[in-house]
């Protein structure tokens, strides 16, 4: 299973929007509603951001949302703020009954 | 909420096995899925596989196939995850995290807090 790619780093300034993609085929990302987002502070385990494509978590702000159109998936962050900063993966169940991740793309806040 | 409290860091040579735990808290352990999720050095997350602590039955990535073995506690509510054959490449900080009880529950949470392997001669 090849992982999801997602573009290396994307860049953005405090209260501007970015988005980071992820693709995949028919067989993970296009074929099921079951993508997932993570952020990944240096040092720390990853966190869920977003779940079943564009569900937030409790506790989660709602300037992450999530979406899905064809087999790329995506994930909006709104109005940055400094502690966005951190590494994002998106993640997929696959036909195998495995899962897959994204290679992760590091968000950087100007 | 289910809490997974993880083993402490290891140094293996390289060919000899390593085995790291995972302790659940909570009621719902024999119902949960857990699976074991790494991430090399400056590099990013690779699914290992998974397994069902209620029956034992695990699925494994093509990748750890004939090198992975996951079992489980039920009496003290932890999974465990065997590695042979370690080689540098092997050094990463290995996570256990559940899919919870729910089969079309596909996402990740909670998380371990991480166990540091390191591979080295």
């Known amino acids: 299973q090849s992982a999801l790619t997602q573009p290396a780093s994307v860049s953005g300034s405090p209260g501007q929007s970015i988005t980071i993609s992820c693709t995949g085929t028919?067989?993970?990302?296009?074929?099921?509603?079951?993508v997932s987002w993570y952020q990944q502070h240096p040092g720390k385990a990853p966190k869920l951001m977003i779940y079943d494509v564009s569900k937030r978590p409790s506790g989660v702000s709602n300037r992450f949302s999530g979406s899905k159109s064809g087999n790329t998936a995506s994930l909006t962050i709104s109005g940055l703020q400094a502690e966005d900063e951190a590494d994002y993966y998106c993640s997929s169940y696959t036909s195998s009954s495995s899962w897959v991740f994204g290679g992760g793309t590091k968000l950087t806040v100007l | 909420q289910v809490q997974l409290v993880q083993s402490g860091a290891e140094v293996k040579k390289p060919g000899a096995s390593v085995k790291i735990s995972c302790k659940a808290s909570g009621d719902t352990f024999t119902s949960s899925y857990m699976h074991w999720v790494r991430q090399a050095p400056g590099q990013g997350l690779e699914w290992m596989g998974i397994?069902?602590?209620?029956?034992?039955?695990?699925n494994y990535a093509q990748k750890f196939q004939g090198r992975v073995t996951m079992t489980r506690d039920t009496s003290t509510s932890t999974v465990y995850m065997e590695l042979s054959s370690l080689t540098s490449e092997d050094t990463a900080v290995y996570y256990c995290?559940?899919?919870?009880?729910?089969?079309?529950?596909?996402?990740?949470?909670?998380w371990g807090q991480g166990t540091l392997v390191t591979v080295s001669s």
């Open positions: 995290a559940s899919t919870g009880y729910s089969s079309s529950r596909k996402w990740f949470d909670p």
């Open positions: 028919s067989s993970d990302v296009g074929g099921y509603n079951y």
């Open positions: 397994i069902n602590p209620s029956g034992g039955s695990t």
